[in-house]
């Protein structure tokens, strides 16, 4: 079973995507900013993926890319966000993201761009 | 106090915030990136007297205020707008969400009565085993009885038998003892015919006697050996009668065999129709399921709508917020107790632009400006499209790097 890590500071959306996951037989574990993300990656959290939203408070998710990148450089890590702005995807790109989804995504379009993204899963 | 001119602000605040932005953009990483930033600095501080030069003369407070009322229409056809921008996400995710939460409905109904079908499918072919099997207990049963009674009789039949084989085993010394009687009769005969013929004519009665006592001789032998010849065919008849008794027995299982293997045919064909029934059931049910989850899954999905719409009623407090606060400067200036605004409402109106993440935010901005201008001016409409495409769509909703 797939491990996916969900970073999010809007509770809905952490049950929209934790229970959408689930349902789709992934495991899920969740953190509610950049900054408690990447502490529990620190702590030694592998998951095989990480998707994060990009407007987080204390730390954003462009940081937190940046520093996962850091510590885990093979698996990906998906931003999905209400963000639009092309500089902010560059940017993402640019530090090692694998996708850029914007909100909302349909439950079978994310499982879809995961299964892409998680040969295998 | 009026003395302060506007722009002159703005361009103190641009490089302030130029300077502070590049500071932390920069995350202190690039020698040679801050000695640019040092580099643009210079530049503000130098072009100071062009900026002051090209200032124009500062407003009255009539005219901030004529000014700002004016732009008030556009500020809330701006708010107006992205309020209908978050009604407008949340009818059509609401709506979805309906939707799908009727088609669940609508599975779960189908997959119960499925199920109440298969029940019931379930509970005939139990009974119809449970009838097939009383009956494969029934006819052992019968089988078991029929074959201790026959076990019974055969027992008791063979016993009549032999005791009649043994009468008539008894009756052949009897046959045996009646032809030596015969014989030595014929002897006694021959010897007294003998004895007729020495005494001459006294003897001649005698001699007919003894001829008349061989011909009775001849008789007894004949019906010795008829009684021999009859007690072979009694025996013959016993074997017969008890060969055909043995094989009556084995007809009479052999037919009850029959009834039982045809019966546990019919069991297994029942069973048989039960393990496609429950193979196609399964299928039935994961395909349900499968639909069920779908929903459920693209309904959690639909729910992020939720999150769009706090982001955009967030924006929208804080514009109010700040609009609130304008005003409130603005009511100040009129009562002559303090200095216009930093910014005047059209450039507060910009400055609003700078918190949206959305692309449909930065769209309803874009046409609530135009469209709640007074008069169309020609080529309104291509200046709009121009703004909306500096607006950008933000490129695809999913991509992969």
Not at chain 2, 31 to 37: K, R
Not at chain 2, 67 to 95: G, Y
Not at chain 2, 152 to 172: C, D, F, P, Y
């Amino acid at each position: 079973m797939k491990h996916i890590f969900l970073v999010d500071d809007s509770a809905t959306m952490l049950m929209s995507l934790k229970g959408t996951l689930e349902i789709s037989g992934f495991k899920v574990d969740t953190a509610t900013d950049g900054e408690l993300a990447l502490s529990r990656l620190q702590q030694g959290l592998k998951p095989d993926l990480i998707i994060t939203d990009i407007n987080m408070p204390r730390m954003d998710g462009i940081a937190l890319i940046r520093e996962a990148r850091k510590l885990l450089r093979f698996i990906p890590i998906l931003a999905l966000t209400t963000e639009s702005q092309q500089g902010k995807r560059e940017e993402a790109k640019k530090i090692g993201a694998t996708g850029w989804l914007v909100k909302p995504v349909g439950g079978s379009d994310l499982v879809a761009v995961i299964r892409q993204v998680l040969p295998g899963a | 106090m009026l003395t302060q001119l506007p722009k002159r602000r703005v361009a103190a605040a641009a490089l302030a915030v130029f300077a502070l932005t590049s500071v932390f953009a920069l995350d202190w990483l690039s020698l040679g990136q801050l000695v640019c930033l040092a580099f643009g600095l210079s530049l503000g501080w130098l072009a100071r007297p062009w900026i002051a030069h090209n200032e124009p003369q500062r407003r009255s407070s009539t005219e901030v205020v004529a000014q700002d009322i004016s732009t008030l229409q556009q500020a809330f056809a701006v708010l107006k707008q992205q309020v209908s921008a978050t009604i407008q996400t949340s009818e059509t995710a609401v709506m979805s969400m309906g939707q799908r939460m009727g088609r669940v409905h609508e599975n779960s109904q189908a997959l119960h009565t499925r199920l109440v079908e298969a029940v019931q499918h379930s509970e005939q072919l139990s009974a119809d085993s449970l009838a097939q099997s009383e009956h494969h207990a029934s006819a052992v049963s019968q089988l078991a009885e029929h074959q201790q009674r026959f076990e019974e009789a055969r027992q008791h039949l063979l016993a009549r038998v032999r005791g009649s084989a043994e009468q008539v085993r008894q009756l052949t010394p009897l046959a045996t003892l009646i032809s030596e009687i015969s014989r030595q009769t014929n002897l006694l005969a021959i010897n007294a015919a003998i004895e007729a013929a020495r005494a001459g004519p006294e003897g001649a009665g005698f001699k007919v006697v003894a001829a008349e006592v061989r011909r009775l001789s001849a008789q007894t032998a004949d019906a010795a050996r008829q009684v021999a010849e009859g007690i072979a065919h009694v025996a013959s008849g016993i074997d017969t009668e008890a060969q055909s008794l043995q094989l009556h027995a084995g007809e009479s299982a052999a037919k009850q065999l029959n009834e039982i293997a045809q019966h546990i045919q019919d069991m297994s064909a029942t069973l048989g129709e039960v393990v496609p029934y429950l193979s196609e059931l399964s299928k039935e049910m994961d395909a349900g399921v499968d639909r069920v989850s779908a929903d459920i899954v693209d309904t959690l999905g639909d729910m992020q709508f939720q999150d769009i719409n706090r982001q955009l009623l967030e924006q929208i407090n804080d514009a109010l917020g700040s609009l609130s606060n304008h005003f409130s400067q603005l009511y100040q200036l009129i009562d002559g107790q303090a200095p216009p605004p930093p910014l005047l409402l059209e450039e507060l109106l910009q400055l609003w632009t700078s918190n949206y993440v959305m692309h449909s935010q930065r769209v309803a901005h874009v046409l609530a400006l135009n469209g709640s201008s007074s008069e169309v001016a020609t080529g309104q409409a291509s200046a709009v499209e121009s703004q909306l495409e500096l607006a950008g769509s933000g490129g695809p909703r999913i991509e992969l790097f």
